[in-house]
């Protein structure tokens, strides 16, 4: 079986489609994965609320972005 291939960038992060174009990456992959579990007998809503939670629970163990880190280090003006 031939291994799945995901696209890699074509843009920098900084630029305005760059979330886009990883959605269009990784859909096929997301796509085959909700199939897959669909055919060992999972309920496609469920399976697809459970990658959901998985992504959000990886997203929360990631350093946040750069400019996120940056926006918390300024003081807040009144």
């Known amino acids: ?3 799945a291939k995901i696209n890699p960038p074509t843009r ?3 630029e305005l489609n760059y979330q886009r174009d990883c959605q269009l990456a990784l859909e096929p992959s ?4 909700l199939e897959m579990a669909e055919r ?3 309920e496609l809503h469920q399976a697809t609320y459970a990658v959901m939670i998985l ?3 990886h ?3 990631q350093s946040p972005p750069q400019e ?10 009144d």
């Open 1 to 3: 079986m031939a291994k």
């Open 12 to 14: 920098d992060v900084t």
């Open 30 to 33: 997301l796509t085959k994965l």
């Open 40 to 42: 060992a007998g999972w």
């Open 55 to 57: 992504a959000a629970e």
């Open 59 to 61: 997203l929360k163990r």
């Open 68 to 77: 996120m880190a940056e926006q918390q280090d300024t003081p807040a003006s």
